[in-house]
């Protein structure tokens, strides 16, 4: 069986990953270990999202976005989350500090692990 990912088209974001004898239809091989959900497929691997910081600070809704300010206001580490994704020239997905900060959100109630996924693409 090999790997597939299923791309959305016109994006190349991958919609799903499936295992197949026969290619499906939107289909690359997925054998490289970046395939993920979210991904995009540049041609030759796959690259995590990115965004702006405005961008990725719109994703949050408006609820989400006000309750981390609250929180920043107490918690050092929501506090620098939030300073370092306002003064980014790009937020990518799979970044160290991204993943942790948005870990940290999660731990600290701020959204769901389920959000967290949305967010970050996966």
Known sequence: ????????????????IVSSDTRPANGVQGQDPSCRVGYIWNGWTFDAPKWTSLEFLMKFTKQERALIRAKAKQDDDI???EMLLT???EVVADHPIV?????ALVTKGVITLARRNELLGA
């Open 99 to 103: 993943v942790e900060g948005m870990d």
């Open 79 to 81: 506090a620098d989350l």
């Open 1 to 16: 069986m090999t790997k597939w990912a299923i791309l959305e088209q016109g994006t190349n974001k991958v919609l799903s």
């Open 87 to 89: 003064a980014a020239q």
